[in-house]
């Protein structure tokens, strides 16, 4: 009973090159939402992704980034010829739905994965 | 800006001390989390309340959402070093996606 599954844990990467971030959501899931996070600081969100298509991608920087979430595979976070400004903790989140099975029933929200360290040199 | 304000930022007591951590907002939303995220993970959802008012109590800790579902409290009993960690709100203002507070980060001294 696999809990969403991001991978690297960590990722070093030189100014200019770069970074893709994976995330299998939970078994069943079929939402998906990046957060990037710094240091002492809440998560941001980033972009919401239902298979094959982007949903909501309001919180991701216009150049550079873009996110995919294939019909088959895990959901990719790719970053562009990195910056240092772009080293953070990004965390992959799903849910079975949006994100509000059922207001009134048991508590529900985002299960998150481990996160992935992107440091840039 | 940010929609949800969470203060204290910082909180460091001892062991068995009561706390409370806020999280407020101009805002209302449809419903709101609590996660406790330690070093090096992801959040965990502690847990999520819809109803204006509403109480929830997870052992030693009282969630409670204002009755204007803008603002929420967290209040830990006789805390212990276990609890130590941040603790960040999520407030979702139309049943989609989740806005999260700069977080209150605790520490529990023995």
């Known amino acids: 009973n696999a809990g969403v599954m991001q991978n690297p844990r960590h990722l070093v990467r030189r100014r200019g090159q770069e970074a893709r971030l994976r995330c299998s959501p939970m078994k069943g899931h079929s939402h998906v939402y990046w957060y990037r996070q710094l240091p002492e600081e809440g998560l941001k969100f980033m972009v919401y992704?239902?298979?094959?298509?982007?949903?909501?991608e309001s919180g991701m920087p216009k150049e550079r980034f873009s996110a995919e979430f294939p019909k088959e595979g895990p959901s990719i976070l790719r970053i562009q010829q990195v910056v240092r400004g772009d080293s953070a903790a990004y965390f992959c989140a799903s849910s079975p739905n949006r994100g509000q099975a059922n207001p009134l029933g048991k508590d529900y929200g985002y299960t998150f994965g481990s996160g992935t360290r992107l440091t840039v040199v | 800006t940010q929609l949800l304000e969470q203060s204290p930022q910082f909180l460091s007591i001892q062991e068995g001390e009561n706390l409370t951590v806020y999280c407020n907002s101009s805002s209302v939303f449809s419903s709101l989390q609590w996660y406790r995220q330690e070093p090096g993970e992801g959040p965990v959802l502690l847990v999520t309340?819809?109803?204006?008012?509403e109480v929830k109590k997870l052992k030693r800790l009282t969630f409670q959402f204002g009755d204007a579902r803008k603002d929420s409290s967290l209040h830990i009993t006789a805390a212990q070093p276990g609890d130590t960690g941040l603790y960040l709100c999520a407030g979702a203002p139309n049943f989609n996606k989740f806005y999260f507070g700069s977080g209150t980060k605790l520490n529990v001294k023995p």
């Open positions: 309340v819809v109803t204006g008012g």
């Open positions: 992704l239902q298979k094959e298509n982007i949903i909501d």
